[in-house]
């Protein structure tokens, strides 16, 4: 199975900071033959099911907000909020979709500084 | 509008068995591989099963295999999951999650399994 690590478990920042969360995985997620990372970020507040923020580890799902955005490949990913808002409050997951079975991160919770 | 709704959970006893169901709506059911992810209290998302859009391929993690199966009926746009052999560490949120290209985009509200004594 292929394991994801996130870091940190969680994180405090200010409204209006940027906030930075950091995925590994233990084996490369990258489809050398189209150069495409199955990789996603979702994020879930307290009572509600995850929502999809980011496919192919930085397509931005439709609807999500620009302060949003993913980078990385291979094996290293980041999840980046450029601009805390106080509704970004939630656990947000990184999971990979390269091999079966499924696997998700631990989790990073953003909370308010 | 894409909308997945779980039905069936409840409390349970050790070894029992149970049946859920998820109506989907908002989108041609038939087209998608579907999935379950069950989250237990307080704890992370784990990948239970999907199931290919005809149903004739199945996958399962392999804490469920040879106890639950996966199973649809594209005709009225359902999805199951029947767990037999309940543990006390299948007690969770199972959340049914439209699948593309394996990765998942829309998810269901979540029904809850309480296995307990």
């Known amino acids: 199975d292929i394991v994801m690590t996130q870091s940190p478990d969680s994180l405090a920042v200010s409204l209006g900071e940027r906030a930075t969360i950091n995925c590994k995985s233990s084996q490369s997620v990258l489809r050398t033959s189209d150069n495409k990372n199955f990789l996603t970020w979702f994020q879930q507040k307290p009572g509600q099911p995850p929502q999809l923020l980011i496919y192919w580890a930085s397509t931005r799902q439709s609807g999500v907000p620009d302060r949003f955005s993913g980078s990385g490949s291979g094996t290293d990913f980041t999840l980046t909020i450029s601009s805390l808002q106080a509704e970004d409050v939630a656990v947000y997951y990184c999971?990979?979709?390269?091999?079966?079975?499924?696997?998700f991160g631990g989790g990073t919770k953003v909370e308010v500084k | 509008e894409v909308q997945l709704v779980e039905s069936g959970g409840g409390l349970i006893h050790p070894g029992e068995s149970l049946r859920l169901s998820c109506e989907a709506s908002?989108?041609?059911?038939?087209?998608?591989?579907v999935d379950w992810v069950r989250q237990a209290p307080g704890k992370g998302l784990v990948w239970v099963s999907r199931i290919s859009p005809d149903g004739s391929i199945t996958n399962y993690a392999n804490s469920v295999k040879g106890r639950f199966t996966i199973s649809r009926d594209n005709a009225r746009s359902a999805l199951y999951l029947q767990m037999h052999s309940l543990r006390f560490e299948d007690t969770a949120v199972y959340f049914c999650?439209?699948?593309?290209?394996?990765?998942?985009?829309?998810w269901g509200q979540g029904t809850l399994v309480t296995v307990s004594s």
């Open positions: 999650v439209r699948d593309v290209d394996r990765y998942l985009d829309y």
């Open positions: 999971q990979q979709y390269y091999d079966l079975p499924l696997t």
């Open positions: 908002g989108f041609t059911f038939g087209n998608y591989w």
